[in-house]
């Protein structure tokens, strides 16, 4: 409950802190010691030990935690009151909590109203999930209520019961291909089954008109041809369709405070789509776009997009002016939200360690990028990510010494034996060994030969951290 408590008390917002002291106001508040210990914990920002607490508020022991349990509960009551109106899927729900209030108040009539106005909003917001509880509990109403067509209502269900279903298999899939994309970094492409999975699902229901003609399934369409289009790689194809789809979107005007996050997303891939296809002035000018989106609705998602905003800027200026991507690594390091996020590190260091390497200091690229390989989120990475990473680190060791380096390779190849022996990374294994053979004084002519005709210099750039094929001409 401790850390809890802490973690809760410092995520609040300015505003959700005035809304706080205004929801306690509604009772007494002559000494409220939950008040009292809310003002003392924002003050010491959660670091406080418990025998100053007790002298601060002029309590026992036993009741310190009842006053933390109670300034628990009415933190979690102030959230709720302050934000359901302002999300439809509470809103709706809220009508079914007061259906069950009325229901067991034995209001039977008044418990239907609420789930009928439920009803009404969960339908104009498309929200199925939500549904579903609405059409159970309405037909658990009908055993006591006779006046409810039950008939209607399980025919209602069944029907929702199918388009639930459909959802979810579109979610799990979506949910593979983004996991994939956020541990890979889209250096690597998602099982090719998966991708023909999504691609299947995508045609089948892009030829139901029923389902192409609901908000939330044009989404998700978007959705899954986005993410099919990028682990494709297929840039150029991706852009006119990102393009189309914001405009349409746009026009549409179906863009709100519930799929706020949807149009973030878009605007995201949107900017460094344009990166890809080295559009450098559109991708920042919808890096800003963002920004300013980020913005709407109270903000409530500008911490979410705030690494991503970062990130775009970083990619366009890493190689053009490495004073302006430094300064947003430098922001980005400097924030508390991007800091706790699992690829943090990566971003950071990885970063750094490109941007060094870009000017020539070698030295600080190595630094930064064996400090990453030293995070324990590293492990956290997908493999074949990890991979990469590691490859690129003994691109830039060697370009400093050759100390160590045949140990390192040794780890390499035993830790990352299986990846090794895939078809897709048998650039990685060729430049492991080219390596291998460089600092050994072997020849290494037929190796980076080999290397440099199995993949163009554009594939290259795209795919690989520190292309292979630009350091091989540049460094061998």
């Known amino acids: 409950m401790n850390n809890t408590l802490d973690i809760l008390i410092e995520s609040l917002s300015k505003e959700e802190v005035r809304f706080f002291k205004i929801f306690l106001n509604r009772t007494d508040t002559k000494n409220r010691k939950d008040l009292d210990l809310f003002d003392y914990m924002k003050k010491k920002k959660g670091i406080i030990n418990t025998k100053d607490t007790l002298k601060k508020l002029k309590t026992s022991a036993g009741n310190y935690y009842t006053i933390k349990n109670r300034l628990y509960s009415q933190i979690n009551n102030s959230l709720v009151w302050q934000h359901t109106w302002k999300d439809k899927q509470s809103k709706s729900f809220s009508f079914v909590l007061l259906s069950r209030i009325c229901k067991n108040k034995g209001k039977l009539e008044l418990a239907l109203?609420?789930?009928?106005?439920?009803?009404?909003?969960?339908?104009?917001?498309?929200?199925?999930?939500?549904?579903?509880?609405?059409?159970?509990?309405v037909i658990q109403l009908s055993h006591e209520l006779?006046?409810?067509d039950v008939d209607h209502y399980i025919e209602l269900k069944r029907n929702n019961i199918k388009i639930l279903a459909e959802i979810d298999e579109i979610d799990l899939l979506l949910a593979k291909i983004m996991y994939d994309i956020k541990t890979k970094q889209n250096f690597s492409k998602s099982d090719g089954s998966l991708l023909k999975l999504v691609k299947t699902k995508y045609i089948n229901i892009s030829k139901d008109k029923k389902l192409v003609a609901s908000t939330r399934f044009r989404l998700r369409l978007f959705k899954m041809y986005s993410r099919l289009l990028l682990q494709q790689r297929d840039y150029y194809k991706l852009e006119k369709f990102l393009f189309e789809s914001y405009n349409e979107f746009t026009k549409d005007k179906i863009f709100d405070r519930s799929n706020h996050n949807d149009k973030l997303t878009l605007l995201t891939y949107l900017a460094n789509c344009l990166h890809k296809n080295k559009k450098q002035k559109q991708s920042l000018e919808y890096a800003e776009k963002l920004l300013i989106s980020m913005s709407e609705y109270d903000s409530?998602?500008?911490?979410?997009?705030?690494?991503?905003?970062?990130?775009v800027n970083v990619a366009n200026f890493y190689k053009s002016d490495s004073k302006k991507a430094l300064h947003y690594i430098s922001k980005a390091s400097e924030s508390d939200v991007i800091k706790n996020l699992?690829?943090?590190?990566?971003?950071?260091?990885?970063n750094r360690s490109l941007i060094y390497y870009q000017e020539k200091k070698y030295l600080e690229s190595?630094?930064?990028?064996?400090?990453?390989?030293m995070q324990e989120d590293f492990l956290l990475l997908d493999k074949s990510f990890q991979l990469k990473i590691l490859v690129t680190e003994l691109m830039i060791r060697i370009l400093l010494s050759n100390k160590n380096l045949n140990d390192k390779i040794r780890t390499i190849k035993k830790d990352y034996k299986s990846l090794l022996l895939e078809e897709s990374y048998i650039r990685e294994k060729k430049m492991i060994d080219l390596i291998f053979k460089k600092i050994n004084n072997e020849d290494i002519v037929d190796y980076k030969d080999d290397?440099?005709?199995s993949m163009s210099d554009s594939d290259s750039?795209?795919?690989?951290?520190?292309?292979?094929?630009?350091?091989l001409k540049e460094h061998i």
């Open 451 to 453: 290397l440099l005709s």
């Open 113 to 137: 109203h609420f789930l009928e106005k439920a009803e009404k909003e969960a339908i104009n917001s498309e929200l199925y999930e939500v549904l579903s509880i609405i059409y159970t509990e």
């Open 366 to 373: 190595q630094k930064n990028i064996a400090r990453l390989i």
């Open 146 to 148: 006779i006046s409810i």
């Open 461 to 471: 750039e795209d795919i690989d951290i520190i292309d292979y094929n630009s350091w």
């Open 300 to 311: 409530f998602l500008y911490d979410k997009y705030l690494f991503y905003y970062y990130n």
């Open 342 to 350: 699992p690829s943090y590190s990566a971003f950071i260091y990885l």
